[in-house]
């Protein structure tokens, strides 16, 4: 089960354990993903006392610097991006266990050096030759160094150690080079040494879909097509590319967030229920969902996926620049920062039910949220009365930024007319349980570090969600746009993207 669904029968917080004694091993450490996310994760978990007593990192960089240097760097970075005050005695236990080493990931060198300073560690810090390497480095490093590691005997596991290795997005850039990297990967690493990281999967509220759904006996028996009528999945940003414009250039929202993010919210929103929350059980019914997602044929491409780019608009009242004025970004460039796809599960659960996805750079709001919308119940207990329409209920996830689940539905407004109003019921997780500080990936690093790969995706994972994705990239090349930009920076999208969903009657959730 993962750590991070910390209540057992009783209500109880069941606590978790920390992770077992091992180095810690940054490749790109010097880069922001290492300042801004891996290390105030770390501090998190050493204030919750969930890191093991026995437990150092080695950050390996290009960058020729020495580990006093390196050490100071974290220091001051640490009090920028943590997200609670940094104690100075906590931070001393991790300044007494951080060393670094720089190196080319291309050279057997490197990791023959590497070799020797963990050996170090090992005998510095009591670490029994456990080792996790985290690839916190561009993508067409990541076969590089599983390659390297495995030449160098680190990947091996003998006399009860593991090595593991996390693999950051993105995986592959189409199902072809998704399934060549893991060709790669599993020619170095047994499929429970990999750990394909989607810090996503690490944020509470989508961790409680599964607790919302399996720990509760009124919605699970609504949770399918005979009471839900669609279900809507928006992850909507209001920053622009910023400093990845020849990153985004080369990916697109597509790219970017449907195989991994979006997909990973539509399987544990319509996923079967797994017989325990054990790893494998859990993933083969995430798994098996993306395979029940139709393929879209190149003559339907049209009608069920959008895609846009933003143009010059008003953003909190400030002017925000179109994508091509972007650095680093072609003047006409035809990458989209916007896609809305219509999605067709077919399951017997989810048959005839359409799930609609949006996502989007430079919109008017930044939210991540779950939308069901339940099937209106029959007028004809009402005909006699002024009621003439009876609205939808709802029940929203909402992932980001209040984290909380809302539900909408009708109640009799106060006199002597039958009249139904809206009403709300919502809850907030900071209001209930407090709010507790962090980065979104406290969890997916402790459930490394004690061997739980349930929120991590496994390979067959990884394809069954470009198979989704493929078509609709391959329709889009051979056919590129011809209405770009054509949406304002600050709006909610192109107007193709409404008439997706008001060709089947239906239109987005209003914010």
Not at 34 to 59: C, E, H, Q, S
């Amino acid at each position: 089960m993962p750590s991070s669904l910390p209540t057992d029968a009783s209500g109880e917080a069941a606590q978790a354990r920390p992770g077992d004694p091992c180095v810690f091993v940054i490749f790109g450490a010097t880069g922001d993903l290492t300042k801004r996310l891996l290390m105030p994760a770390l501090y998190n978990l050493l204030a919750n006392k969930l890191l093991p007593d026995r437990f150092a990192i080695v950050g390996v960089s290009k960058v020729a610097t020495s580990s006093a240097d390196f050490r100071e760097q974290l220091g001051e970075e640490i009090k920028q991006f943590a997200t609670t005050k940094v104690s100075a005695e906590l931070w001393k236990w991790f300044d007494q266990r951080i060393s670094y080493m720089s190196g080319d990931f291309k050279d057997p060198a490197t990791y023959q050096r590497l070799k020797s300073a963990l050996d170090e560690m090992d005998k510095l810090h009591g670490t029994p030759g456990n080792y996790l390497f985290y690839t916190a480095v561009s993508p067409t490093f990541f076969g590089e160094i599983v390659k390297q590691l495995a030449g160098a005997g680190l990947t091996k596991e003998t006399e009860g150690h593991w090595r593991r290795v996390i693999i950051e997005k993105p995986f592959g850039h189409d199902l072809e080079s998704a399934n060549a990297l893991n060709r790669e990967i599993g020619a170095c690493l047994h499929e429970n040494q990999t750990y394909r990281i989607d810090h996503y999967l690490g944020k509470e509220t989508v961790q409680n879909i599964l607790a919302f759904r399996f720990g509760n006996g009124f919605f699970e028996p609504l949770w399918n097509n005979n009471y839900i009528d669609h279900v809507q999945i928006t992850v909507a940003e209001t920053v622009g590319v910023e400093h990845r414009g020849a990153f985004y250039e080369s990916t697109g929202a597509l790219r970017d967030m449907v195989p991994n993010h979006i997909l990973a919210l539509v399987s544990l929103t319509a996923m079967e229920p797994p017989n325990s929350f054990d790893s494998e059980p859990l993933r083969d019914e995430k798994t098996k969902v993306l395979h029940a997602i139709r393929p879209l044929k190149p003559e339907d491409v049209p009608d069920w996926a959008v895609r846009g780019q933003y143009g010059p608009g008003t953003l909190d009242g400030k002017q925000a620049p179109g994508y091509r004025s972007e650095a680093q970004v072609d003047s006409r460039s035809s990458t989209e920062t916007y896609v809305a796809l219509k999605l067709a599960i077919d399951n017997w659960r989810w048959s005839g039910v359409p799930f609609y996805l949006r996502t989007g750079k430079r919109m008017a709001e930044r939210i991540t949220e779950i939308a069901i919308r339940f099937k209106a119940p029959p007028l004809l207990l009402f005909k006699q009365t002024g009621v003439r329409q009876l609205e939808q209920n709802k029940l929203v996830l909402h992932i980001q930024p209040n984290e909380g689940i809302s539900l909408s539905f009708s109640a009799k407004v106060p006199g002597p007319v039958v009249k139904l109003g809206g009403v709300d019921m919502s809850f907030k997780y900071a209001h209930y349980f407090g709010a507790a500080p962090s980065t979104g990936y406290e969890t997916l690093l402790l459930d490394c570090m004690i061997g739980d790969p349930a929120l991590f995706q496994r390979a067959d994972t990884v394809d069954a969600g470009w198979r989704v994705a493929d078509p609709i990239l391959d329709a889009w090349k051979a056919q590129p746009p011809t209405d770009f930009p054509n949406y304002a920076a600050g709006s909610w999208g192109p107007r193709a993207a409404d008439e997706l969903l008001e060709r089947d009657g239906r239109k987005w959730r209003e914010r």
